[in-house]
């Protein structure tokens, strides 16, 4: 099936510093990727998204800023977390969607997050 | 728009009782339904998905879901349930583009032996 690798799977960095996750679909064209952020006992906040080649389209609220997406190519999407704080701590997803994927089936497909921590 | 209430933010029950997640949904046009199982530490998986068709679905791990759409409900069962069931549960609509999904708040579920 299809696969949607994410990396790194925990990251810790100091405050300031900036963070790039990556997100590759291994075995299909992702033509479009979503961004989530997931709070401890809260769901799934979508964040951005993005479709290769375009601009990430951001959710209210969600510093474009701050959490810069890059959608240059069909395989991959990267979020780079910007001059990060403690308070930017979470659990990252991405999820991927496009052709190739078997989409009627199982139309989204996730990486297995990563876990930021910022000191 | 759509939103998806998941009212049960956490379910304990024995194992292999059955078990019943509530989800209800609101959207002002037709949406595809979905049930994804999240594992601590990890990404979500799909169990199950109503798209069209028979209004109950059957997905992995011996789940399924009913389809109801003057209760506008989309609820997970299973008859008896395991330890490795354990985990948390989302309920998810997304439009029939699958341009956006929308998930609820999460369900866990705590299987006790």
């Known amino acids: 099936g299809a696969v949607v690798s994410q990396h790194p799977s925990r990251v810790i960095c100091k405050s300031g510093t900036s963070v790039k996750i990556e997100c590759r679909s291994l075995?299909?064209?992702?033509?479009?990727m979503f961004w989530y952020r997931q709070f401890p006992k809260k769901s799934l906040m979508l964040m951005a998204t993005?479709?290769?080649?375009?601009?990430?389209?951001?959710e209210q609220g969600v510093e474009k800023d701050k959490f810069l997406i890059n959608h240059a190519s069909l395989t991959l999407s990267t979020l780079t977390v910007t001059s990060a704080h403690p308070e930017d701590s979470s659990f990252y997803i991405c999820?991927?969607?496009?052709?190739?994927?078997?989409?009627?089936?199982?139309?989204?497909?996730f990486g297995n997050g990563t876990r930021l921590t910022v000191t | 728009a759509q939103s998806v209430t998941q009212l049960d933010s956490q379910v304990p029950v024995f194992e292999e009782a059955p078990v019943e997640l509530r989800c209800n949904y609101s959207s002002s046009v037709s949406v595809y339904l979905f049930w994804y199982v999240q594992y601590p530490n990890q990404g979500l998986q799909l169990l199950l998905k109503y798209l069209s068709g028979s209004t109950l679905v059957k997905g992995i791990n011996g789940f399924e879901a009913e389809f109801n759409k003057s209760q506008t409900s989309f609820h997970l069962r299973k008859p008896s349930v395991h330890i490795s069931d354990t985990a948390e549960y989302f309920c998810a609509v997304s439009d029939r583009n699958f341009n956006k999904f929308y998930f609820g708040s999460g369900t866990k579920l705590n299987v006790k032996p």
């Open positions: 075995d299909f064209q992702a033509t479009t």
């Open positions: 993005s479709n290769e080649g375009s601009k990430a389209t951001y």
């Open positions: 999820s991927a969607s496009g052709q190739g994927a078997s989409s009627y089936n199982s139309p989204l497909h």
